[in-house]
């Protein structure tokens, strides 16, 4: 018998990503036709209908390749945020830009340093490359900057901040931030996550995109249009650092990495302020919402900066999950977090926000 096909050994600790589960797959499996999905922080309200007729005019242009470069959409992020477009990098999703750097930075037998509880893209990234995640544990659901500082090694890489952190939707403020910065050798490079930065109201929320603009050299802040654009199908995301981080991203990069569609949608969304505008004010009043029932309810929850809320239900989340399923709510269990009691739920619009306390009465027997 000839041996099978030999897999890199760096891989088989990999366990395949988690995804939130899809709409048609709930329909299909429990016959429930009304379902609702809070489970992937996507934006309630959909994308901008600028976006959508974006979308519509480019779609008689997808025999054509894409820009490779992103140009247009480049010249757009660059102008919003005051950066150059040397400073931006485009991609298949934030999830593309994260394996770029590791594709980009990660020796095998190399460390990244990540909180825990947080999003998992990071340490699979890593993985991949055959690096170490050295895991530091959050302090009251918060990213402990002094110990992920202390944590790093001659042989880190890369440190992530997901900020705010998903699953807890906690903050890292500036002043805690410039301080760790202070701390880290130049030699590692800090990622900061901001996939839900334009959730957050908390005045000290880091001015990330300053220490670019200031030139400084190893850091890199992630963005999407995966949340508030409403883009998730598409996959778009965008990392801004230095030049000279950037152009070592564009030699990993794969040449038409940003499909078409993608392109001409994320720039109509970026135009549409007021769309972005009411889906954070949408989120601030299911938020309050939320919190009230939750406490009513007595549970206890993590005050979030972003779209979703970490709550303790006081349960195994997966037989609540399963429960929820039933009456069509969609979530996430917490136990992948490392939360067995904890379910992670993506604020909706009021009527899908009422759905899900509804249900979850009725799962609690607090109906
Ligand atoms: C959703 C999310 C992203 C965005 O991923 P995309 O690949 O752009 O869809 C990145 N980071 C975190 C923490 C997220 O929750």
């Not at 299909?28 to 809070?38: A, M, N, P, Q, S």
């Not at 894409?66 to 660059?78: E, H, S, V």
């Not at 972005?276 to 406490?295: A, C, D, H, M, P």
């Amino acid at each position: 018998m000839a041996t099978a096909p030999q897999c890199r050994e760096a891989i088989l600790a990999i366990k395949p990503y988690v995804p939130g589960k899809p709409i048609e797959e709930v329909q299909r499996e429990l016959g429930v036709k009304d379902v609702i999905k809070l489970a992937s922080n996507e934006n309630p309200l959909g994308p901008s209908p600028d976006a959508v007729q974006a979308l519509r005019e480019a779609s008689e242009r997808v025999y054509l390749y894409p820009d490779g470069n992103c140009y247009y959409l480049k010249n757009a992020l660059a102008e919003k945020l005051s950066v150059s477009t040397e400073n931006i990098i485009v991609g298949n999703g934030t999830d593309e830009i994260l394996k770029m750097l590791a594709e980009a930075y990660v020796n095998p037998g190399d460390d990244i340093v990540v909180a825990e509880p947080t999003f998992s893209e990071y340490e699979f990234a890593a993985q991949v490359m055959a690096g170490r995640a050295i895991k530091v544990p959050c302090r009251s659901f918060r990213h402990d900057l002094k110990a992920m500082a202390a944590s790093i090694t001659p042989r880190t890489r890369l440190v992530f901040i997901c900020n705010p952190n998903n699953p807890t939707g906690t903050i890292v403020g500036q002043v805690v931030l410039d301080s760790f910065l202070k701390e880290v050798p130049p030699s590692v490079l800090v990622v900061l996550d901001e996939a839900y930065a334009d959730y957050v109201t908390a005045e000290h929320y880091p001015d990330s995109l300053a220490y670019i603009r200031h030139g400084r050299a190893n850091v890199i802040v992630l963005r999407t249009f995966s949340k508030i654009y409403g883009l998730a199908g598409l996959r778009v995301g965008y990392g801004v650092a230095v030049p000279e981080i950037i152009r070592n991203l564009n030699r990993v990069r794969e040449p038409f990495n940003v499909n078409l569609l993608a392109q001409a949608a994320a720039i109509a969304a970026l135009k549409d302020e007021a769309h972005v505008k009411k889906s954070r004010e949408v989120n601030i009043e299911g938020k309050q919402y939320l919190y009230e029932q939750f406490t009513t309810l007595g549970l206890q929850y993590v005050p979030t900066e972003a779209n979703f809320i970490f709550v303790d239900i006081q349960r195994d989340s997966r037989t609540v999950f399963q429960e929820l399923l039933k009456r069509g709510v969609i979530v996430r269990t917490g136990d992948i977090f490392g939360y067995d009691t904890y379910l992670r739920v993506t604020i909706g619009t009021p009527r899908q926000n009422e759905r899900f306390i509804q249900a979850l009465r009725e799962v609690l027997g607090r109906a």
